[in-house]
């Protein structure tokens, strides 16, 4: 037996003000993409003008040309991509493993522990003791000064912790201790391969994190051939901010050639946005369907 509910008049207004809704955050959300991807091949006085709003007018593909030659910006890529793979093994490698342990009931003494790295969130040495702890353990100018400090998240460690108490159950743990198994072969072949929602959705965020990352880079890395992505980039826009306002007067001939430079460091800049921006949103549709199962198991209890 089918059962009809009839939509009232303010079941349709409701309705149409939740489709209004979405289309204007879809529109918000869309627009800087567009327009930046818009900004990566037009002509660059046409985008500092103002002329160039949404689609790309005066289309040149000078900007990704100047990236496919410059070796710097290839350097910070690889180191990038190197910074964020070993960055996000390391998390996980913490992450899980203190998730798991503080969500099992008979860990002694797991609550004084998550009490103590709770206190870590809202208590911090700072910058200088950070940075003198890092030069102490000789990590300066390494790339342990990128991937070390930033081991762990205490956030994500709640939420991984939220996510085993909610799914793995003690029946399971108690069934395979019977049996013969031990913690460490429960972890790693029941537990994790049980745990795959929480682990895409860790490697995520620490992957976006890693990615997008610049300010341990700028405190700890001296060495430019070490630089990630993100440290090259925010180079190229003090570039074109100094170039934009010089100080002191100045020839027309100069003033030419640095308003030509402010141009192409605005058109390479977008066009390094463009493609520092394409791996996360392409590894980010394999990762969806796990993506709001385990952030929605992972925070529902606490």
Do not use: H
């Amino acid at each position: 037996m089918v059962i009809t509910v009839k939509e009232t008049g303010r079941d349709k207004v409701f309705a149409i003000c939740i489709y209004i809704y979405v289309f204007l955050a879809f529109i918000i959300v869309a627009y800087p993409v567009v327009y930046m991807l818009s900004a990566s091949i037009s002509d660059p006085k046409l985008v500092s003008s103002g002329e160039m709003w949404l689609w790309p007018k005066g289309i040149t593909f000078d900007g990704y040309k100047r990236v496919f030659e410059n070796a710097s910006i290839w350097r910070g890529y690889g180191n990038t991509i190197l910074y964020t793979v070993l960055g996000t093994m390391i998390n996980l490698i913490v992450t899980l493993p203190a998730a798991y342990a503080l969500s099992r009931k008979d860990f002694v003494g797991r609550n004084f522990f998550m009490g103590m790295f709770m206190v870590t969130m809202f208590f911090g040495g700072g910058l200088v003791p950070s940075y003198l702890l890092i030069k102490n353990l000789g990590m300066v100018d390494t790339i342990w000064a990128i991937v070390i400090p930033s081991a762990a998240s205490i956030w994500n460690i709640i939420v991984s912790r939220t996510f085993f108490q909610s799914t793995i159950p003690n029946e399971l743990q108690e069934a395979a201790q019977i049996d013969g198994c031990t913690n460490m072969r429960l972890f790693f072949q029941i537990v994790l391969p049980l745990s795959m929602p929480i682990i895409a959705v860790m490697g995520l965020f620490y992957g976006v994190g890693n990615w997008n990352s610049y300010f341990s880079a700028l405190i700890y890395l001296n060495d430019e051939s070490k630089f990630p992505l993100q440290l090259i980039l925010r180079q190229i826009l003090v570039l074109q901010e100094m170039s934009a306002q010089p100080g002191g007067s100045m020839d027309a001939t100069t003033a030419l050639a640095l308003n030509s430079k402010a141009e192409v460091a605005a058109l390479v800049k977008y066009a390094v946005i463009i493609v520092a921006t394409l791996p996360i949103i392409a590894i980010y549709p394999f990762l969806q369907r796990y993506f709001v199962q385990g952030v929605m198991i992972g925070s529902v209890k606490g």
